[in-house]
């Protein structure tokens, strides 16, 4: 990532941002849970990327280089976490789920960055107890190292709905099924089936963002139907792209 900002803390603040904006590479000494009240989010690493709709937020570590983009109009809640306090107990992004009490506490703590009362402390330490119980969601889009596993992720990220075998594709970009296989689980951390499914329903999360039709997003995206598509989606995201437009 180019052109690098410090912060040195990580600010708590909403912040909104239009659809396309970005908030270029940057890094905090602070902890930070990063939230979407409205639109998705998208945090990219070195790594990859992270994306989160409104069931979800993105925990980022003190220290890590993180850009944000913004897909539809985002409400952004940004709350900083000094070092001291990891109720996770990780120092790598991950993507959390969001109960409507923890989404209540987020936009509680947010709303007002300047105030340190004793109830808005005893708030954030709810809020602690809550991220603590929170389940993480194998939601990242990893970015390949090897070349010819990115010669086969840029395929598809141009087309997401090509439903080329594993085999058809390391035809055209010179590498062998076996090969390709093994190289998936090595350098992204999952099959070739899962990281489809994870650019899938990042593409998804763009296109709802833009307010195409749940039919269109389906054919765009490579499933078979709309039915199929808002059932992987529920799975995913523990809602229906319905509901998610709606809120």
């Known amino acids: 990532m180019p052109e690098i900002r410090h912060a040195l803390q990580a600010p708590t603040r909403v912040q909104r941002m239009a659809h396309g904006e970005l908030i270029t590479a940057h890094h905090h000494d602070d902890h930070q849970i990063v939230y979407a009240g409205s639109g998705v989010l998208a945090v990219t690493t070195d790594a990859g990327t992270w994306v989160a709709p409104g069931t979800r937020a993105i925990w980022v570590p003190a220290g890590c280089v993180h850009a944000h983009r913004a897909h539809g109009t985002l409400e952004l809640h940004l709350l900083g976490l000094p070092t001291s306090a990891n109720p996770l107990g990780i120092d790598t992004p991950v993507v959390l789920s969001v ?141 229906t792209p319905g509901a998610h437009r709606r809120r």
């Not at 998804?204 to 963002?209: E, K, N, V």
């Open 99 to 239: 109960s409507p009490l923890l989404r209540e506490l987020i936009l509680a703590c947010t709303r007002d960055p300047d105030d340190d009362g004793p109830e808005r402390r005893r708030l954030r330490a709810v809020l602690l107890d809550q991220l603590r119980a929170s389940p993480q969601q194998p939601l990242q889009l990893p970015s390949p190292a090897d070349p010819r596993v990115r010669a086969v992720c840029d395929l598809l990220r141009q087309n997401p709905a090509d439903s080329g075998t594993l085999a058809e594709l390391g035809r055209r970009v010179g590498a062998g099924e076996r090969t390709l296989s093994r190289l998936f689980r090595a350098d992204l951390g999952m099959t070739f089936p899962q990281w489809r499914t994870q650019l899938r329903l990042y593409h998804a999360l763009r296109l709802l963002a833009d307010n195409e039709p749940v039919t269109t997003v389906a054919h765009r995206c490579g499933w078979s139907s709309a039915s199929a598509f808002i059932d992987a989606y529920r799975r995913a995201f523990g809602e």
